[in-house]
């Protein structure tokens, strides 16, 4: 595999470093805004990962000022559309959180500027954020007379901030401020953009210290939890996912290189 291999797409770039994939949403004219075409190439990369693709973990990051804006009312056409053709738009663009949560690649989202709409969505999606100080997010929709409930926002924010706190924001669509979203645990850092770069870069290398198999099983298991009807069914969840972790050479050559002090060396998953 080579070390730096890039994909090319209109308004997505898609580098894979190592095991590592960059994604970049690329319209800084647009603040990155979600048209037809950046939601069909978002869409496309997270549909396509699977426990055999090259990349392991995957960074979602952005050009210019902003990370998303949200959905581009330019794109849109308001009025006119049928509820089945509405219906298909509105799936399209779920499908893209749906897909970051079921692939087994870990996500780290590197946030600045704004974060609106789909693009709080498509924060909130990731299994880790990092923010710069000017990075501030909002539920937007309730503020263009739909609802603030809207693909995945609903179920992410109040898991990961408590229901009073996502009420405040869902049913205002003020912005969440990076500091208070420190504060709230919503991001695990706040600093430039460089640094959270190589703060990405270092959280990647890190996972990348798992198994191949323990990594997407924490993944895994870290989404059933939330929802779990017991303390008694996570630990069943956990006790399965160890087992299988010990079967292969994986487990073995995670072992020796714990003992050893050195970086592990795994087979292709």
Same mark, same amino acid.
């Given at each position: 595999?080579?070390?730096?291999?890039?994909?090319?797409?209109?308004?997505?770039?898609?580098?894979?470093?190592?095991?590592?994939?960059?994604?970049?949403?690329?319209?800084?004219?647009?603040?990155?805004?979600?048209?037809?075409?950046?939601?069909?190439?978002?869409?496309?990369?997270?549909?396509?990962?699977?426990?055999?693709?090259?990349?392991?973990?995957?960074?979602?990051?952005?050009?210019?000022?902003?990370?998303?804006?949200?959905?581009?009312?330019?794109?849109?056409?308001?009025?006119? &559309?049928?509820? /089945?053709?509405? #219906?298909?738009?509105?799936? !399209?663009?779920? +499908?893209?959180?749906? @897909?970051?949560? $079921?692939?087994?690649?870990?996500?780290?989202?590197?946030?600045?500027?704004?974060?609106?709409?789909?693009?709080?969505?498509?924060?909130?999606?990731?299994?880790?954020?990092?923010?710069?100080?000017?990075?501030?997010?909002?539920?937007?929709?309730?503020?263009?007379?739909?609802?603030?409930?809207?693909?995945?926002?609903?179920?992410?924010?109040?898991?990961?901030?408590?229901?009073?706190?996502?009420?405040?924001?869902?049913?205002?669509?003020?912005?969440?401020?990076?500091? &208070?979203?420190? /504060?709230?645990? #919503?991001?695990?850092?706040? !600093?430039?953009? +460089?640094?959270?770069? @190589?703060?990405? $870069?270092?959280?990647?290398?890190?996972?990348?210290?798992?198994?191949?198999?323990?990594?997407?099983?924490?993944?895994?298991?870290?989404?059933?939890?939330?929802?779990?009807?017991?303390?008694?069914?996570?630990?069943?969840?956990?006790?399965?996912?160890?087992?299988?972790?010990?079967?292969?050479?994986?487990?073995?050559?995670?072992?020796?290189?714990?003992?050893?002090?050195?970086?592990?060396?795994?087979?292709?998953?």
């Amino acid at each position: 595999m080579a070390s730096e291999t890039p994909l090319q797409h209109e308004h997505l770039r898609v580098d894979l470093k190592g095991e590592v994939a960059w994604v970049t949403l690329d319209r800084p004219d647009r603040l990155n805004a979600l048209n037809t075409q950046l939601t069909r190439e978002l869409r496309g990369f997270f549909t396509g990962l699977d426990a055999q693709s090259p990349a392991r973990v995957v960074v979602l990051r952005a050009t210019g000022r902003a990370f998303c804006a949200g959905y581009d009312l330019k794109d849109a056409q308001v009025g006119g &559309r049928s509820v /089945e053709e509405m #219906l298909e738009v509105q799936y !399209g663009i779920r +499908d893209v959180m749906v @897909a970051m949560r $079921r692939c087994p690649q870990p996500i780290i989202g590197i946030l600045q500027g704004a974060a609106s709409g789909g693009g709080f969505a498509l924060a909130l999606a990731c299994d880790v954020r990092l923010a710069t100080p000017d990075a501030r997010m909002n539920a937007a929709f309730i503020r263009l007379g739909l609802s603030g409930c809207d693909v995945g926002v609903s179920y992410f924010l109040p898991r990961m901030v408590g229901a009073s706190v996502a009420a405040e924001y869902l049913l205002t669509g003020r912005f969440m401020e990076a500091r &208070r979203a420190y /504060e709230l645990g #919503l991001v695990s850092r706040v !600093g430039p953009l +460089d640094e959270l770069e @190589a703060e990405a $870069r270092s959280l990647a290398d890190d996972m990348l210290r798992a198994t191949p198999l323990g990594l997407r099983l924490t993944k895994d298991a870290l989404g059933f939890a939330i929802d779990a009807p017991s303390m008694e069914a996570v630990i069943a969840l956990e006790d399965r996912n160890q087992v299988l972790c010990t079967q292969g050479e994986d487990f073995a050559e995670g072992v020796s290189a714990f003992l050893e002090k050195r970086a592990p060396r795994y087979g292709q998953p």
